[in-house]
């Protein structure tokens, strides 16, 4: 089993191996994935990232913006902003 340090610093950086991570060479579209559940197992969107936990849904829509002014959803759609999975105008609405 290879841990944490080895992973991401010991074969990068000391032995000089390659770290290849497969997941990052398929295609992925978040919303052909939520149409495949929705269609196989009948899969109930949440409306928002972790919107299935009160705790979560409570921390990050209303703690973190109103207690520290950090809004996790601009980094969640920046990053599909920058996978093309949609459009900033989208992402800004």
């Given at each position: 089993v290879i841990?944490?340090?080895q992973?991401?610093?010991y074969y990068p950086f000391i032995r000089k191996m390659d770290v290849i991570r497969p997941l990052?060479?398929?295609p992925y579209r978040k919303d052909e994935?939520?149409?495949y559940l929705?269609?196989?197992v009948g899969y109930r969107d949440y409306g928002r990232k972790h919107g299935e936990s009160?705790?979560?849904?409570f921390f990050q829509n209303h703690y973190l913006p109103h207690k520290?002014?950090?809004d996790k959803r601009r980094a969640h759609l920046s990053s599909r902003v920058l996978s093309g999975d949609i459009?900033?105008?989208t992402a800004l609405a």
């Open positions: 841990n944490f340090f992973y991401y610093f990052n060479y398929l994935a939520l149409k929705q269609d196989t009160v705790f979560t849904r520290f002014g950090y459009d900033r105008a």
